[in-house]
């Protein structure tokens, strides 16, 4: 991605400056190549340490390209986890939509029915006070025709006597 490109052109960078760094010592060396045998030498050396630099780079570089590769498919591994927990919370989230229809269609059946039952218990309290009312109408009868009973039973008791 964007690393590799950064990798990619610092590596260019480094590998341009060594090599107008070897352009600058080749040109010294052929003009001097004549008789500075040591010169040549201490100059090998000094390609040698650059190499062994540009190795070092490269095998940082290679190391850092490793470690993308790893960081790319964990970050790929992280996002097939998000994504599935998104379907779960999808799915989750359906079956609460189900439960709430199924919960609401109950609530008003369940609604209906204490409607119903409060308009049976209206009916049943209007039928107890009309029997209750009955109840007091057939005590008092009793209370009078009892009264009339004992009022005939003196009568009696006085026209035997």
């Known amino acids: 991605m964007n690393l590799e490109k950064i990798l990619e052109k610092l590596r260019d960078v480094i590998v341009g400056e060594i090599k107008e760094e070897f352009k600058t010592l080749r040109i010294s060396v052929e003009s001097e190549l004549s008789g500075y045998r040591l010169a040549i030498e201490s100059m090998n050396a000094g390609i040698a340490g650059i190499e062994a630099r540009i190795a070092g780079i490269e095998e940082r570089m290679s190391s850092l390209e490793k470690r993308q590769s790893a960081l790319e498919i964990r970050v ?13 919370i999808d799915y989750i989230g359906g079956e609460i939509d189900e439960i709430r229809t199924e919960l609401k269609h109950e609530i008003m059946q369940n609604t209906a029915r204490i409607d119903q039952t409060n308009i049976r218990i209206d009916l049943l309290q209007d039928k107890l006070s009309e029997i209750s009312n009955k ?27």
């Open 135 to 161: 109840l007091a109408e057939a005590v008092s009868n009793k209370e009078i025709i009892n009264d009339i009973i004992l009022s005939i039973e003196r009568l009696e008791s006085k026209i035997s006597t």
């Open 76 to 88: 790929d591994s992280i996002n097939n986890r998000i994504d599935d927990l998104n379907k779960r």
